[in-house]
Structure formats: C-alpha cells, structure tokens
C-alpha cells in the first residue's frame, strides 16, 4: 500500500513536499523555463536597440562624438579621439551580435561593463562640477548646467545594465545564433 506522498511522487502531482516538510509547487518553477527564453529575447533586443542606436548617431557625425569624449576632461587629445571613433564601432557591434542572440552571455557581460564605464564617467562629470550632455546619443559638450540631467543619465544606464547582466546570467533565448549552435545546455528544449 502506498502513501499519498509517494502518489503524488509517481503521478507529478501539482503538489510536492520538500525535505523539511513544506509543500512547493511546481507550476512556478515550471513557468520560469517557458518565459525565461523570451525574457532573454526581450533583453537582447531592447539593449541591440539602444546601443545601434546610440552607436550609429556617433558615427554620423563621428567629430561630435570626440566632442562628447573631450567634454569629460579625463584623457588628451588623441585618447579622446580614439574613444570617439572606435566607440560608436564597439557599440554597434555589440548591438549586432545582440540581435542576431550570438555570443549572447558574453556580449550582456561585456555591455553591462560598458554601462557601468559610462555611469563612472557620468558620476565623474558630476562630481567635478562640469555641465555637459552626456553625449550617449549623438550630442554632447558643454550645456547650461540647468539642462544637465546626471541622476537621470545614471539611472537609465543603471537599466541598461541590468539587462546586460540578465543576458550575462541567462542567455538562453529564442531566436538566438545560441540555440542554432547549441552554445547553451538546454537551449534544444525551447517550445
């Protein structure tokens, strides 16, 4: 004769009992794997949004870019014109293999290190008294210190990273070079 908890065991019952005594049920944890790929999708593209776009306003007028670098009074001249060209490059290829869910952890990792470079250059800014538009779309340089915005920029760049981190910690998604190549375990069980 069998007991209801061993029932419950063989059947997969919507109830189960943990070690210590207390009853869990699956229906949550079994709802994680099913939304968790299209989380990660959302992620993905809403950071390849930002950062394309961010990148592409630098590269159409990429002296507005060194403009926006040379604002922060952090590096010289050529540092802040290496930064200004190879930047909008950087962020446009992170935004690609985003979209296209290739080399995804390492991309959120890498985009949410980016992130937080710009929220450290931004606190900076901030900290020495400068009035400039943080330059992360395009524009930048030097504005009425009424117009400036830090705790807003820090804030947004703040969200950013979190979705970089998210993509860092789960990657697997839908839709994604990953699951084509098989780069993360369980990506084959995708629905």
């Not at 005594?21 to 968790?36: I, L, M, Y």
């Amino acid at each position: 004769m069998s007991t209801g908890t061993e029932e419950n065991a063989r059947s997969g019952s919507a109830e189960d009992t943990r070690g210590d005594g207390q009853s869990t049920s699956p229906t949550a944890d079994s709802r994680w794997p099913a939304v968790q790929p299209w989380l990660s999708l959302a992620a993905r593209l809403g950071l390849a949004g930002v950062l394309g776009y961010a990148g592409y306003t630098k590269l159409v007028v990429p002296a507005l870019s060194v403009e926006s670098v040379a604002a922060y009074e952090l590096f010289s001249d050529g540092v802040n014109q290496f930064i200004g060209y190879t930047l909008p490059l950087f962020e446009i290829a992170l935004a690609l293999l985003l979209l296209t869910g290739l080399a995804t952890r390492v991309t959120g990792a890498v985009s949410a290190l980016l992130m937080a470079v710009f929220i450290a250059g931004i606190a900076s800014a901030w900290a020495r008294g400068l009035s400039i538009d943080c330059g992360c779309f395009g524009t930048g340089g030097a504005v009425d210190p009424d117009e400036t915005a830090y705790g807003l920029d820090i804030a947004r760049d703040l969200g950013f990273m979190a979705l970089g981190l998210f993509l860092a910690v789960w990657p697997r998604s839908r839709f994604s070079l990953d699951r084509v190549l098989g780069l993360y375990p369980g990506s084959e069980r995708q629905r």
